[in-house]
């Protein structure tokens, strides 16, 4: 009796270790709430079941980096994809190139398989069409359009100062048009902007209780506003929009190396890819062959801008001190 309690339990161990072994570990930075959508989504899909430790971008890369001798994790899923840079050059993550890659933009992936993008975030423009035809404005379909007359104090957008986002525009424009004429765009444009925010989501705040008519940042807040019925529209605007990329890695030394393949499969798949409509994240597809949602462009029909992202950090400070005294200063 004695040897059959102590065979039962060793078995119910072994059962339990297995379940463990099965389990995929996953750090996400994206937010809680959407991130456990998507791999619920995931779960229901394929069977794999997930555990998630939510971490933003900065804890998570120095926790995996301080576990790299005995990685606690499988899979980093979101932070912008130059974290998932930084993992790869320090060793941190391996690569696996899913099948799925040859439909993903080469901006959307790194070409050895240490990263994969799961969403992107193009800026854009986000309006109420009430407000503007109230005040006889158009809605505008270019970056050019924001400097009429007509917008005048009705524009919000996140400043510089505080926010990635706006860092994000000024490198659009400066792409654009080049940076001095950038920075004659931005003084312009300052005369029609009501405020400055310090969040990078406030406007879209703002535009949904009607606070302001034009609002910039990226496009989940104005897609959210679109689908819950608001009088909105949202804009990329001709000339060419900065984007963001939250991207996924699988860590180096992974327990459960085939479940953490899987996510990269599903995830850069159209059913994945689908997923993010379907329960309502906001965010854009990485694949040009699936949908954002009734009435938004596909990826392939917005003009998306792109940078050296070695520029982008080396001259950020520059920038923002040349925004501040040359538009706040004027």
């Known amino acids: 009796m004695r040897f059959r309690s102590i065979f039962i339990a060793l078995l119910a161990a072994a059962l339990l270790g297995l379940a463990a072994a099965q389990t ?28 998630m430790v939510f971490l933003s971008a900065g804890p998570a890369l120095s926790r995996i980096e301080a576990e790299k001798n005995r990685p606690q994790a499988d899979v980093w899923f979101g932070a912008p994809s130059e974290n998932h840079i930084i993992a790869k050059d320090r060793g941190l993550t391996q690569p696996y190139v ?35 035809e ?10 050019a359009d924001l400097l009429d007359p007509s917008y005048k104090g009705l524009i919000q957008m996140p400043s510089p100062q505080s926010s ?5 525009f000024i490198l659009t424009v400066a792409t654009v048009m080049g940076e001095d004429a950038a920075f004659d765009y931005m003084k312009a444009l300052n005369a029609n902007v009501q405020t400055y925010t310090q ?19 990226f496009s989940p807040g104005f897609l959210k506003l679109i689908d819950q019925g608001f009088p909105a529209q949202i804009v990329f605007p001709s000339e060419g929009v900065g984007y963001e990329v939250a991207a996924m890695s699988i860590l180096k030394g992974a327990t459960n190396l085939g479940g953490a393949q899987e996510l990269v499969d599903w ?17 854009m597809p990485i694949r040009a062959d699936v949908s954002a949602g009734p009435g938004v462009p596909s990826l392939a029909d917005i003009q998306l801008v792109s940078w050296d992202p070695g520029y982008a950090a080396d001259n950020r400070q520059r920038l923002v001190d040349r925004w501040v005294e040359e538009v706040l200063g004027q």
């Open 267 to 283: 995830m850069t798949s159209e059913k994945g890819q689908a997923a993010l409509s379907a329960q309502k994240t906001y965010f």
């Open 98 to 132: 899913s099948a799925n890659a040859a439909a993903l933009p080469d901006s959307f992936k790194d070409a050895e398989g240490y990263w994969h993008a799961i969403y992107t975030n193009p800026l854009a423009i986000g309006v109420r069409t009430d407000i503007l």
């Open 199 to 217: 969040s990078g989501t406030a406007p879209s705040g703002a535009l949904g209780v009607g606070e302001t008519a034009v609002a910039i940042q």
């Open 164 to 168: 990635g986002t706006s860092y994000n």
């Open 24 to 51: 995929l570990t996953v750090y996400s930075s994206v937010d809680e709430e959407n991130a456990r959508h998507i791999l619920e989504a995931f779960t229901a899909d394929t069977g794999v079941q997930v555990q």
């Open 134 to 143: 109230s005040r006889g404005a158009a809605v505008p379909t270019s970056w």
